[in-house]
């Protein structure tokens, strides 16, 4: 009886051994996993948007992550909700940073990422922003753009929209930090053009009523009609602006290709409107989408948020054995000169990556590939000729 207490002691002692030497290196191994902190709308009025980066980022992960490491170095993606709000993505900025250790942040919407730019600069943390505000990256040496910039963006519009004879524009923008900086850009770029701008409404992002302002921008008459609002209201301002009998030529940010924002309007005042943004008939790229969520719906944000999160996770995995720190990250993503994508090579010029944009616009409900010419009454359809011939 002895012997067999004296057995079971032994075993129970071994087994206790085991427990303190194996668990503890297993907790170990956790924590020396290195966080990429991915900070998107997961809720909210932006939700769509959300989960349109969130499939971007998962596209990466997918592809770029091998059994949880980037080169040498254990790698863990943290998701985070921002809710769209600054506030809310300040918060959840310092809980992963100081909670998860987050050696570098990707975030998306210009209200979100310009709250935290002050944050990442005093930290030194590297912050990926799916953001087109034109001082996103002046402000920040530690900021990385992977968005068009608002100059790119309206620059793209004005020039085509002058090119094809355009001169009266008129603005309704929302008043939050992306649209009012297109709009300040959008502006400069028409009368560095020659053109003028006949109307300039900014509106409450919770503006719901719009049947009086478009009632005074019917009286101005313009040829172009730049509606740089949110989802729905971009949807709600087409529907108004066809239902008042205006037939101008609508310019527009990628939202008015969300389906949200084409099933407010509807199909036949949707119809037409113009946008730009990075091509996405990225082959590789659509296949993955496909194999993960069995559809290939995608945006301007998943393919930017898959760009940005595959540039994070390549400059982590470029780093030498060791301990990375936010610095040599920092270093890693500034001299960055090209991120390999699925389908490209993306390059990457002064903390900015330089995508490919197309003319996009709505036909008969789903977007497409732009052809054809502007929407433009007749008197101006006769200025451009007689101009270009």
């Known amino acids: 009886m002895r012997v067999v207490f004296y057995v079971a002691e032994i075993i129970f002692q071994f087994v206790l051994l085991l427990f303190v030497v194996l668990i503890p290196s297993r907790v170990e191994g956790e924590e020396s996993a290195l966080v990429l902190g991915l900070l998107m709308e997961l809720s909210g009025d932006f939700a769509p948007n959300g989960d349109d980066c969130r499939h971007g980022y998962e596209v990466a992960q997918a592809n770029y992550l091998h059994d949880g490491y ?16 600054g506030r809310t993505a300040m918060s959840e900025f310092r809980r992963l940073l100081d909670g998860e250790r987050a050696v570098a942040v990707i975030s998306n919407r210009s209200a979100v990422v310009m709250a935290l730019n002050p944050l990442s600069r005093r930290e030194g943390v590297a912050l990926l922003g799916i953001a087109g505000h034109s001082d996103f990256v002046r402000q920040n040496p530690n900021a990385v753009r992977f968005f068009p910039s608002a100059s790119q963006e309206t620059d793209a519009l004005v020039s085509l929209a002058i090119s094809e004879g355009a001169r009266r524009f008129a603005m309704i923008t929302a008043q939050d930090e992306w649209n009012v900086s297109l709009s300040t850009e959008f502006s400069r770029h028409v009368l560095a053009k020659g053109g003028r701008v006949v109307f300039d ?7 719901a009523d719009f049947y009086s302002l478009i009632a005074r921008l019917k009286q101005k008459d313009p040829d172009i009609i730049y509606v740089n609002l949110g989802i729905s209201q971009t949807g709600e301002v087409m529907r108004r602006i066809r239902e008042q009998g205006m037939r101008q030529q609508i310019m527009s940010t990628f939202w008015a290709g969300k389906r949200e924002a084409i099933s407010l309007a509807g199909k036949s005042a949707a119809e037409g409107v113009i946008f730009v943004e990075p091509n996405l008939q990225r082959e590789k790229f659509l296949a993955s989408l496909q194999s993960l969520y069995g559809n290939q719906h995608a945006s301007a944000v998943t393919y930017s948020c898959y760009a940005a999160a595959a540039a994070a996770i390549q400059a982590i995995a470029q780093l030498p054995d060791g301990e990375v720190t936010k610095t ?18 993306l390059l990457m010029r002064g903390r900015e990556a330089s995508f490919q944009l197309e003319y996009k616009t709505v036909h008969e409900g789903a977007v497409v590939v732009r052809e054809g010419v502007l929407q433009l009454p007749n008197h101006v359809r006769s200025l451009a000729l007689s101009e270009f011939e």
């Open 70 to 85: 980037a080169g040498k170095h254990r790698l863990r993606l943290v998701f985070a909700d921002s809710r769209g709000d």
């Open 328 to 345: 040599a990250l920092n270093a890693a993503l500034a001299q960055t000169n090209e991120v390999s994508l699925l389908d490209e090579q």
């Open 201 to 207: 409404q900014q509106v409450s992002p919770s503006e």
